[in-house]
């Protein structure tokens, strides 16, 4: 009885270390961990706390840009707000959710921004849908343990001369779904990238990427666009209306270079 | 019935409200005869362009001394373009021809119109004698004009004879910069007793110049002319440049009797000519002006053509708090020296934060509207203006003032009504994150970073490796010779080490013990055996024939027979062992080249 036990036994315990070891990959990898806070941040939370929210806006961006974080950028998001920067704050909160999609304060915030401001949230294909289920590191660190696990799961037994168990083709099979679909949400990510808003109220959309370009379009703080390519200091961007030229100034990115 | 008288009277009130509140009485319709409406919008005389043009000839003076100038001076009552001057026209050859000019006035007689256009010749005879310009025809509107005859006569002895009348011009510079204004006065002199004449359609003959009548002041009163004195008509005005190099600059005017276009000023004691103007042509001697251009060197940012000397008093804005998109007025006030009139303020400039505005001009305002409230100065408006005098740039950029810009006033809590009445909060804002939380290194996820496509080979790598070692592992097992050769190269290898080492301590016991253990480790993959199970005649069969028989087969004999020394019961003699080390290496590399 026990010469059958125990290697089940064993195999169960093997399964559940594979277990650990992908989620500490998929969460400890991801690059999401908590962060220290930073006399920036500190200073940020006084200047806020004291309704002085312009040098809140400037704290918070310093930290920001030392130690991108959620907080960080949701705190960045309503001192802008505050001081009457609509599409920075939209930006800002964005920026949090990029970073941690569970955050509900910043979508609650994004959400309360898009009613004041009147501006439709960013249409999303299904596969950017898709990628802001987990953070973008994630996403990455998912389809390549999958992937390797898959490729070793078929592999290994033969190589080290180990009989096959039962649960590993159907691991392998799993694995092999799981990266498929990651691939999917990794070009969602890679494709969010692009995505950016308009920070400055009623700025201009040109036919040509200078300054006396006929004027196509005018947009209002918070409205989304994606960025197609770059020349000067001007992006081109499509938004659902039309295409054009922006000044860079008046357009930031979720993810800037 | 009662309704109906209420009914009436309260019409009859209405049509009285409306009779008294009318600004003009109920008048009778005006009959209008024809042409009656023209003359009740142009109550002014008409103008006679029906009359038959009339044609006059003159020398002024008539009578000259040799070497004297005169004007030949045609005139004819008809409009300018409607004379079709005839282009072979010539004055006898033995006169000389200087200037010429032609000028038209609108000449009021009693109560019309008349227009009067005036041919002029500046005529120098230099011999004396009669000459007489013979009458000619002039096409006037299609019908021939005839322009009678006159004559100059040249006296040949010097007599007392009048200087013709002409303009006298003086400029306050002739030698200027390109869009320089300058001031130019075009001056009648009194006539004969004193009598002053205005003069009217003062014109500049000149290419590359530009008058500026707005800006024509005239005033009576005595003027230097050569040193004297003299009473004099004086029309001022400004001029400008607009083409570089020399010019050849001519005034040209009619006199006009009291006929002032403008506002005069009369200094001193002059008496005016009475009756009916006499309409004369007159011209000024020409004057030359030296435009030069303006440097290209030095030029500063904001220059509008302004040239003179300007200065301007600190901006003033209408308020230095205010709110994002909001407009400002800021107000900039020059003064100057130059031609303000004609004066360009700064053009509004382009700022990333700020959309400007210029006022129209003559102002030199501008409306300023925030873009952002991450400015804190109104920009600077380049200016600059170009001083004649000292021939350089000068720098007038009007100064940042000092703002603050406030940012838009966003909600913080959104509410709902409800049908009853109640407000409620449906979103509001959340509160701060007191921690950093959730980090991330780079906002850049990492499928956009090299490195991590680069690290994707470590784990392809690693499968290769693994891949590569199974197959060298099953080649292997096919081959199991191969191993057993390798292990045998090992173990020589130490054995070798072994043998350095008891040569290095002289042990010759064992010396021989690992020179016959190297042997039996050669030669045991070729049987395959156990190299312990072998001894020195398996290594002598492993040995060609000439070498078995010859000193390697001597030298393994020897050396296993040393080592089976140990064996005997009673102690053997021993030769030198450690002597045969170069030997027993010969014999090891000859094996190991078989392995």
């Known amino acids: 009885m026990n010469r059958i036990c125990l290697p089940s036994f064993f195999r169960r315990v093997n399964c559940c270390r594979a277990g650990v070891v992908l989620l500490v990959l998929v969460l400890g990898l991801s690059g999401v961990s908590r962060a220290a806070m930073s006399d920036d941040f500190a200073k940020g939370l006084e200047f806020s706390q004291a309704g002085q929210f312009p040098e809140a806006a400037a704290a918070f961006e310093k930290a920001a840009k030392t130690n991108p974080s959620a907080g960080t950028f949701l705190n960045l998001g309503l001192a802008e707000w505050q001081r009457g920067h609509a599409g920075a704050a939209m930006v800002a909160w964005e920026q949090a959710r990029w970073i941690n999609p569970f955050d509900s304060r910043a979508e609650n915030n994004l959400k309360f921004a898009r009613e004041a401001a009147q501006v439709d949230p960013p249409q999303l294909k299904w596969h950017e849908a898709v990628s802001t289920w987990l953070p973008p590191n994630a996403w990455v660190w998912l389809a390549g343990v999958s992937l390797w696990l898959a490729v070793g799961l078929l592999i290994l037994p033969g190589i080290l001369r180990r009989r096959k168990a039962g649960w590993q083709p159907w691991l392998a099979a799993l694995s092999v779904g799981v990266f498929l679909f990651s691939l999917a949400a990794n070009y969602g990510v890679v494709s969010r990238t692009h995505l950016g808003f308009v920070i400055k109220k009623n700025a201009t959309v040109r036919l040509t990427p200078t300054q006396d370009g006929e004027v196509v379009l005018t947009l209002t703080s918070g409205e989304s666009a994606r960025v197609l390519r770059t020349r000067g200091k001007y992006f081109y961007i499509h938004t659902p209306g039309t295409s054009g030229w922006m000044e860079q100034d008046d357009f930031r990115l979720i993810c800037p270079p | ?595």
């Open chain 2, 1 to 595: 019935m009662e309704k109906l008288k209420h009914s009436v009277l309260r019409l009859l009130g209405a049509t009285a409200l409306l009779w008294l509140a009318s600004p003009f009485p109920v008048q009778a319709q005006l009959r209008i005869q024809p042409g009656g409406l023209v003359q009740l919008q142009m109550p002014q005389p008409t103008v006679d362009v029906s009359s038959p043009p009339v044609a006059t000839a003159e020398f002024d003076p008539p009578v000259v001394n040799p070497g004297g100038k005169t004007y030949y001076r045609v005139n004819i009552d008809a409009t300018e373009s409607a004379i079709q001057w005839p282009e072979d026209f010539s004055l006898p050859p033995e006169l000389k021809v200087g200037t010429s000019a032609r000028g038209m006035i609108t000449q009021l007689q009693t109560d019309k119109f008349r227009p009067l256009t005036s041919f002029i010749y500046e005529v120098q005879a230099p011999a004396a004698g009669n000459f007489t310009v013979s009458n000619f025809t002039v096409n006037v509107l299609g019908s021939l004009v005839q322009v009678p005859a006159a004559s100059l006569a040249v006296a040949s002895t010097a007599t007392a004879v009048p200087p013709p009348r002409k303009l006298i011009m003086q400029m306050t510079a002739t030698n200027i910069y390109l869009g320089q204004p300058f001031r130019v006065r075009v001056i009648l002199p009194a006539g004969p007793g004193n009598q002053i004449e205005a003069l009217r359609e003062i014109q500049f003959d000149g290419g590359g110049l530009m008058t500026d009548k707005t800006a024509l002041q005239q005033f009576i009163g005595p003027v230097n002319l050569d040193g004297e004195l003299k009473p004099a008509f004086v029309s001022e005005m400004m001029v400008t440049p607009i083409a570089a190099g020399p010019q050849k600059l001519m005034a040209q005017g009619f006199s006009a009797g009291r006929e002032f276009t403008a506002p005069i000023t009369i200094r001193g004691q002059v008496s005016l000519a009475g009756g009916q103007p006499k309409y004369v042509l007159l011209l000024s001697d020409p004057a030359k002006i030296n435009v030069r251009p303006l440097p290209v060197e030095g030029e500063l940012p904001g220059f509008t053509g302004a040239i003179g000397r300007f200065f301007s008093d600190p901006p003033k804005i209408s308020t230095n708090r205010f709110h994002i998109g909001e407009p400002v007025q800021l107000k900039v006030v020059f003064h100057g020296e130059g031609d303000l009139n004609r004066f360009v303020g700064p053009a509004a400039p382009r700022s990333h934060n700020w959309q400007i505005v210029a006022d129209p001009p003559p102002s030199t305002s501008f409306t300023l509207i925030p873009l952002t409230d991450e400015v804190h100065e109104t920009p600077a408006i380049p200016f600059s203006y170009f001083d004649p005098e000292s021939g350089k740039y000068v720098d007038l950029t009007v100064p940042p003032v000092p703002v603050t810009v406030m940012g838009e006033d966003l909600p913080v809590q959104l509410t709902d009504s409800s049908e009853e009445g109640k407000t409620t909060v449906s979103l509001k804002l959340s509160a701060p994150a007191m921690r950093p939380d959730h980090a991330m290194a780079s906002l850049m996820p990492l499928q956009l970073k090299a490195w991590f496509v680069v690290l994707q080979l470590v784990p392809v790598a690693g499968f290769i490796a693994l891949w590569e070692w199974d197959r060298r592992r099953r080649y292997l097992e096919a081959h199991p010779e191969i191993v057993r050769r390798i292990r045998a190269r090992r173990a020589l290898r130490q054995e070798k080490v072994q043998l350095q080492k008891a040569v290095a301590a002289g042990d010759a016991t064992a010396f021989v013990r690992h020179a016959a253990n190297a042997m039996n480790i050669a030669v045991a993959p070729h049987y395959p055996a156990d190299p312990q199970a072998l001894v020195g005649g398996d290594v002598l069969a492993q040995l060609d024939e000439p070498s078995r028989n010859g000193p390697p087969g001597e030298l393994v004999k020897q050396v296993f027979a040393a080592a089976d020394v140990r064996f005997a019961e009673l102690a053997q003699p021993q030769p030198d062992l450690l002597a045969l080390r170069s030997k027993v290496e010969t014999v090891l590399q000859m094996l190991e080249a078989r392995l």
